[in-house]
Nanobody, 122 residues
Framework: QLQLVESGGGLVQPGGSLRLSCVAS????????IGWFRQAPGKEREEVSC????????NYAESVKGRFAISRDIAKNTVYLQMNSLKPEDTAVYYC???????????????WGKGTLVSVSS
């Protein structure tokens, strides 16, 4: 059974950092396009960052460029999202998602984790 489990969320002050993890089971992450998405209360789910199947290509939402970094550890079958210089507007539930091939967008992903809550507040 294909499963994604996120962890690493929590409460952090503005300017702080968190690292989110997404562990896959039932499939090999390196064969899939993996994305991090987030959804704030009352807002639509949005793309945060994605990494290609080869791992050579990454992309980021404009709002997180220069602050967030996506990476993966093939041996651990895990994808990470390092989040630095966090802002209150980064507060949301963060999800990781996968699809075998194709674009990385909220409507296109095939498999989703249950999410982890990130709260940025003083």
């Amino acid at each position: 059974q294909l499963q994604l489990v996120e962890s690493g969320g929590g409460l952090v002050q503005p300017g702080g950092s968190l690292r989110l993890s997404c562990v896959a089971s039932g499939f090999t992450l390196e064969h899939y396009v993996i994305g991090w998405f987030r959804q704030a209360p009352g807002k639509e789910r949005e793309e945060v960052s994605c990494i290609s199947r080869s791992g050579d290509t990454t992309n980021y939402a404009e709002s997180v460029k220069g602050r967030f970094a996506i990476s993966r550890d093939i041996a651990k079958n895990t994808v990470y999202l390092q989040m630095n210089s966090l802002k209150p507007e980064d507060t949301a539930v963060y999800y990781c998602a996968a699809r075998f091939i194709g674009s990385c967008s909220p409507r296109a992903m095939s498999y989703w984790g249950k999410g982890t809550l990130v709260s940025v507040s003083s």
